[in-house]
C-alpha cells in the first residue's frame, strides 16, 4: 500500500472536507496559544470546535514539548527540522527493535509525530487533515497523503519510509498555489 493515494484503486473513503481553521503560518508559541484557547472552549461545550485539525496539532504541541524537555531539542516547523526529526525516528526505531514498545506507548507515539510531521507539512504546503478509513490524511491538491502510515513504517520497520524524501516527494507535484 502507497502512503500517497490520489486515486481510488485502494479504496480509499475520505471523509468530508473541511476548510482549516488553523492558521499554519503562525508560531509554534502561536500555535500552542490557539490551541489553549480552542481548548477552554470546548471545555464551555462548544463541542463543534473538536475537530481532527485541533487534536492533531495537540499532538504535534505535545510531541515539540516534550522533545524539548526529553532531548533539549528545540523543533521548528521548517524543512531544516525534518533532519533531527528523522534521528529522532531512528532513535525510536532503535528502542522499538531493541525492546520493543508496549501498543498504548506506540499508539501516543505514533499520534504525537504524526501531528508534528503534519504540522511541518501544513505549514509549507497549502492543505488540510482529512478523516479516511485508512486513518488521518493530510490532503493537497486532490494528494492524501497517510503520514501516521508513514511514521509508522519508520518506527516499526525502517523500511520504504524515508520522511525525508515522503516530505519533498509531496511538494514535487505542487505547484505555486500550494506553497506557503
Known amino acids: 500500500m502507497s502512503i500517497?493515494?490520489?486515486?481510488?484503486?485502494?479504496?480509499?473513503?475520505?471523509?468530508?472536507i473541511k476548510e482549516s481553521l488553523v492558521d499554519y503560518s503562525k508560531s509554534i508559541e502561536e500555535l500552542t496559544m490557539y490551541y489553549d484557547e480552542q481548548l477552554e472552549l470546548i471545555k464551555q461545550e462548544r463541542n463543534e470546535l473538536a475537530t481532527l485539525e485541533l487534536m492533531m496539532l495537540g499532538?504535534?504541541?505535545?510531541?515539540?514539548?516534550?522533545?524539548?524537555?526529553?532531548?533539549?531539542?528545540?523543533?521548528t516547523l521548517g524543512e531544516e527540522s525534518l533532519s533531527e526529526f528523522d534521528r529522532i525516528l531512528e532513535d525510536v526505531h532503535q528502542m522499538y527493535m531493541?525492546?520493543?514498545?508496549?501498543?498504548?506507548v506506540l499508539n501516543d507515539l505514533l499520534k504525537k509525530c504524526s501531528?508534528?510531521?503534519?504540522?511541518?507539512?501544513?505549514?509549507?504546503?497549502k492543505?488540510?487533515?482529512?478523516?479516511?478509513?485508512?486513518?488521518?490524511?493530510?490532503?493537497?491538491n486532490g494528494v492524501n497523503a497517510f503520514v501516521y502510515n508513514c511514521i509508522k513504517r519508520r518506527i516499526?520497520?525502517?523500511?520504504?519510509?524515508?520522511?525525508?524524501?515522503f516530505y519533498y516527494a509531496l511538494g514535487e507535484s505542487l505547484d505555486e498555489n500550494f506553497l506557503m
Do not use: M, T
Open 127 to 140: 492543505g488540510n487533515w482529512v478523516d479516511s478509513n485508512l486513518g488521518p490524511a493530510i490532503q493537497i
Open 4 to 16: 500517497f493515494n490520489s486515486k481510488k484503486e485502494l479504496n480509499v473513503e475520505i471523509g468530508e
Open 156 to 165: 516499526q520497520s525502517n523500511e520504504d519510509s524515508d520522511i525525508i524524501a
Open 59 to 75: 499532538y504535534a504541541i505535545d510531541f515539540i514539548e516534550w522533545i524539548k524537555e526529553v532531548f533539549k531539542i528545540e523543533l
Open 98 to 104: 531493541k525492546n520493543g514498545l508496549r501498543e498504548e
Open 115 to 125: 501531528g508534528y510531521f503534519g504540522l511541518v507539512i501544513l505549514s509549507n504546503y
